[in-house]
């Protein structure tokens, strides 16, 4: 375990993967520093599984080289199947057995005795708050319930990377929150993650380093602050009692606030972006005072709110087209399995 | 939820808080065990087969009531007709029927494969640092399970309606021993092609375009005798008729060793192209 928290837990140099005629990755480069949090962010189709896939062995790549913890993925596979887990979108245990014989099965798989193995289990359903459904089938857990046995099942081996896909999506907010809890101990334990997501808060909480990705390939990389200042960390979305008053509106935003105010579809509502220095201290500040100067001038606000850009917003900042662009490959998930 | 009122916080005990202490002592990195050999991978992988059976019982449905309606009917329909009498026809006819029963639910491992990977299970078990066919090689320890019982289901049947086998415990035991050997190299024809196709449904249809002729066509239900001479060639080097005589020979007493050889010979021979065809998919997925 060498370097277990140095150097680079993922390498990818021009990652190649198709399915037929669709380029799921062409030409993938990520640098994944070890011991942290890494996000890779972008929308549906947009290669993130199946770059997770290549990096978990479970794919081939057509072309490039992806190396973890310098293992090559498809040379030395072996190495890199005994450092690292895979939490994948869709549940990975077998729903008709029990949540516990599930990770006694994993446990012995990976070398344990039955009694260690049963240990094992059983501190891990503890922690992951699931004694109660311990011998519960896997199906009839609830989504949240699924999601963290899952990542319990991940972790069993304490792997030195952890691939998370998509971990938070389709949960209740308290469900997202106790996902969030659980990678921020497994990273501070040791262990490097590389989570992928659709939400720029969830990289934005989580992550040390994102890097945003489309079409198969990365086009901006950085720290959450970095890649907020190229995009601006947040967005002011208010609607106005009178549609008549906007104009007036319009102008007292861009002189308080200097930034480009957009008019909505919607006749009485805006939205300006802010932030545009990558602090959300600033953002804030920015909306106390156009809420102020609106006030001052007699403007009345029905509704106000300050909120990240959606990844939407990101998509088009960095590109020139939104994420929805990419959805004709959503069937790359598909293709992929 | 019974204990709500103990619990002082007046939280119900279901809503879960991570704990950062009680995480921690899961993820502290302890010493890895040594990876498990080749047959207690696959043995554990055989326990995960049994589970699925005790937490699916229903499943058995295969492999008892299927067989008995197979025997029952065939005695029946065809007893009178081709041989003096049910019970005449049933001294012949049940190692046959037997076979054709077992050799048909090999199938269920394809399908039981393909809905491992149409579920996420399989993902997770590629990823494993195991013996690569051990997830293969378990799976098919578990469904031996399934085609001893459903040999023994027949055979129980069979005794009660009149089979009297002259080769004794000893026969019988021999003959199911062969069939299951076979069997165990038969389903890698099946791992195979649940792997290469899309839907349960594809392997269903094309193990029975396969399974059907195979065990029709050959001396299961007729000595080949009165068929037409080309249809006799086919029956001839069906491996199923290599068995069906094999077994035969093995519960009326007698060692049949050129057929116990071809059956062998087959069995060897599944193994080798099916199972290394399968391992060559399953690796490159």
Same mark, same amino acid.
């Given at each position: 375990?060498?370097?277990?928290?140095?150097?680079?837990?993922?390498?990818?140099?021009?990652?190649?993967?198709?399915?037929?005629?669709?380029?799921?990755?062409?030409?993938?480069?990520?640098?994944?520093?070890?011991?942290?949090?890494?996000?890779?962010?972008?929308?549906?189709?947009?290669?993130?599984?199946?770059?997770?896939?290549?990096?978990?062995?479970?794919?081939?790549?057509?072309?490039?080289?992806?190396?973890?913890?310098?293992?090559?993925?498809?040379?030395?596979?072996?190495?890199?199947?005994?450092?690292?887990?895979?939490?994948?979108?869709?549940?990975?245990?077998?729903?008709?057995?029990?949540?516990?014989?599930?990770?006694?099965?994993?446990?012995?798989?990976?070398?344990?005795?039955?009694?260690?193995?049963?240990?094992?289990?059983?501190?891990?359903?503890?922690?992951?708050?699931?004694?109660?459904?311990?011998?519960?089938?896997?199906?009839?857990?609830?989504?949240?319930?699924?999601?963290?046995?899952?990542?319990?099942?991940?972790?069993?081996?304490?792997?030195?990377?952890?691939?998370?896909?998509?971990?938070?999506?389709?949960?209740?907010?308290?469900?997202?929150?106790?996902?969030?809890?659980?990678?921020?101990?497994?990273?501070?334990?040791?262990?490097?993650?590389?989570?992928?997501?659709?939400?720029?808060?969830?990289?934005?909480?989580?992550?040390?380093?994102?890097?945003?990705?489309?079409?198969?390939?990365?086009?901006?990389?950085?720290?959450?602050?970095?890649?907020?200042?190229?995009?601006?960390?947040?967005?002011?979305?208010?609607?106005?009692?009178?549609?008549?008053?906007?104009?007036?509106?319009?102008?007292?935003?861009?002189?308080?606030?200097?930034?480009?105010?957009?008019?909505?579809?919607?006749?009485?509502?805006?939205?300006?972006?802010?932030?545009?220095?990558?602090?959300?201290?600033?953002?804030?500040?920015?909306?106390?005072?156009?809420?102020?100067?609106?006030?001052?001038?007699?403007?009345?606000?029905?509704?106000?709110?300050?909120?990240?850009?959606?990844?939407?917003?990101?998509?088009?900042?960095?590109?020139?087209?939104?994420?929805?662009?990419?959805?004709?490959?959503?069937?790359?998930?598909?293709?992929?399995? | 939820?019974?204990?709500?009122?103990?619990? /002082?916080?007046?939280?119900?005990?279901?809503?879960?808080?991570?704990?950062?202490?009680?995480?921690?002592?899961?993820?502290?990195?302890?010493?890895?065990?040594?990876?498990?050999?080749?047959?207690?991978?696959?043995?554990?992988?055989?326990?995960?087969?049994?589970?699925?059976?005790?937490?699916?019982?229903?499943?058995?449905?295969?492999? /008892?009531?299927?067989?008995?309606?197979?025997?029952?009917?065939?005695?029946?329909?065809?007893?009178?007709?081709?041989?003096?009498?049910?019970?005449?026809?049933?001294?012949?006819?049940?190692?046959?029927?037997?076979? /054709?029963?077992?050799?048909?639910?090999?199938?269920?491992?394809?399908?039981?494969?393909?809905?491992?990977?149409?579920?996420?299970?399989?993902?997770?078990?590629?990823?494993?640092?195991?013996?690569?066919?051990?997830?293969?090689?378990?799976?098919?320890?578990?469904?031996?399970?399934?085609?001893?019982?459903?040999?023994?289901?027949?055979?129980?049947?069979?005794?009660?309606?009149?089979?009297?086998?002259?080769?004794?415990?000893?026969?019988?035991?021999?003959?199911?021993?062969?069939?299951?050997?076979?069997?165990?190299?038969?389903?890698?024809?099946?791992?195979?092609?649940?792997?290469?196709?899309?839907?349960?449904?594809?392997?269903?249809?094309?193990?029975?375009?396969?399974?059907?002729?195979?065990?029709?066509?050959?001396?299961?239900?007729?000595?080949?005798? /009165?068929?037409?001479?080309?249809?006799?060639?086919?029956?001839?080097?069906?491996?199923?008729?290599?068995?069906?005589?094999?077994?035969?020979?093995?519960?009326?007493?007698?060692?049949?060793?050129?057929?116990?050889?071809?059956?062998?010979?087959?069995?060897?021979?599944?193994?080798?192209?099916?199972?290394?065809?399968?391992?060559?998919?399953?690796?490159?997925?």
């Amino acid at each position: 375990m060498s370097n277990r928290n140095t150097g680079l837990a993922v390498e990818t140099d021009g990652l190649v993967r198709s399915f037929g005629a669709t380029r799921a990755l062409d030409g993938l480069d990520l640098r994944v520093p070890a011991g942290t949090v890494y996000g890779v962010l972008g929308p549906n189709g947009a290669g993130k599984t199946t770059a997770v896939r290549v990096l978990a062995t479970l794919l081939r790549p057509d072309g490039g080289q992806a190396r973890v913890f310098g293992h090559d993925v498809v040379a030395e596979a072996d190495q890199v199947r005994a450092r690292v887990s895979l939490t994948g979108q869709y549940a990975s245990l077998d729903e008709d057995l029990t949540g516990s014989e599930n990770l006694v099965l994993l446990g012995r798989l990976l070398g344990l005795r039955k009694p260690a193995a049963r240990e094992r289990a059983e501190a891990l359903l503890a922690a992951f708050g699931l004694t109660e459904a311990a011998g519960r089938q896997v199906k009839k857990y609830s989504g949240g319930m699924r999601r963290r046995i899952d990542i319990a099942a991940s972790i069993l081996n304490t792997p030195d990377l952890l691939f998370l896909d998509e971990p938070t999506t389709g949960l209740d907010p308290r469900s997202r929150n106790q996902v969030w809890e659980i990678i921020r101990a497994v990273v501070a334990h040791g262990t490097t993650v590389l989570l992928t997501t659709q939400y720029l808060d969830e990289a934005d909480q989580l992550a040390g380093r994102i890097a945003v990705v489309d079409h198969g390939r990365v086009i901006a990389e950085g720290t959450p602050g970095e890649l907020k200042s190229s995009v601006g960390s947040g967005t002011i979305h208010l609607r106005l009692r009178d549609a008549g008053r906007r104009p007036d509106a319009e102008k007292v935003l861009r002189a308080a606030l200097g930034v480009p105010v957009q008019l909505e579809p919607d006749p009485v509502a805006m939205t300006a972006r802010v932030g545009e220095d990558g602090t959300d201290l600033e953002a804030s500040e920015q909306a106390a005072r156009a809420l102020g100067e609106l006030a001052r001038a007699g403007i009345v606000v029905d509704d106000f709110s300050l909120g990240q850009p959606s990844l939407d917003e990101v998509f088009l900042a960095l590109t020139d087209h939104p994420a929805g662009a990419a959805d004709e490959r959503d069937d790359e998930l598909e293709a992929a399995r | 939820m019974s204990d709500t009122a103990t619990t /002082t916080t007046g939280r119900a005990p279901s809503v879960y808080v991570p704990s950062a202490e009680a995480l921690a002592t899961v993820l502290a990195p302890g010493s890895r065990p040594a990876r498990p050999g080749p047959l207690s991978a696959s043995l554990s992988f055989g326990w995960r087969a049994l589970l699925k059976i005790k937490h699916v019982p229903e499943q058995l449905f295969d492999v /008892t009531a299927f067989p008995i309606i197979m025997v029952l009917m065939f005695t029946y329909l065809f007893g009178g007709a081709l041989a003096d009498s049910p019970r005449d026809y049933l001294q012949f006819f049940l190692p046959g029927i037997m076979v /054709t029963s077992v050799v048909m639910i090999t199938m269920y491992t394809g399908v039981g494969l393909n809905n491992d990977i149409e579920k996420g299970v399989f993902d997770r078990i590629r990823t494993l640092p195991v013996w690569r066919p051990a997830a293969l090689v378990g799976m098919i320890f578990g469904d031996l399970l399934r085609y001893i019982l459903a040999a023994l289901v027949i055979l129980g049947v069979g005794l009660v309606l009149g089979f009297r086998p002259s080769g004794g415990v000893l026969g019988v035991l021999g003959g199911i021993g062969l069939l299951v050997v076979f069997s165990f190299a038969f389903s890698w024809v099946w791992t195979f092609f649940g792997l290469v196709l899309r839907s349960e449904k594809s392997v269903m249809g094309v193990s029975m375009m396969v399974l059907f002729p195979l065990t029709f066509l050959s001396n299961v239900f007729v000595e080949p005798a /009165t068929m037409p001479g080309w249809l006799q060639a086919f029956v001839k080097v069906n491996p199923i008729t290599h068995l069906v005589s094999a077994v035969r020979g093995a519960t009326a007493g007698t060692f049949d060793a050129t057929n116990v050889m071809w059956l062998l010979l087959w069995s060897a021979g599944f193994v080798l192209v099916f199972g290394t065809l399968t391992m060559y998919r399953y690796n490159r997925r």
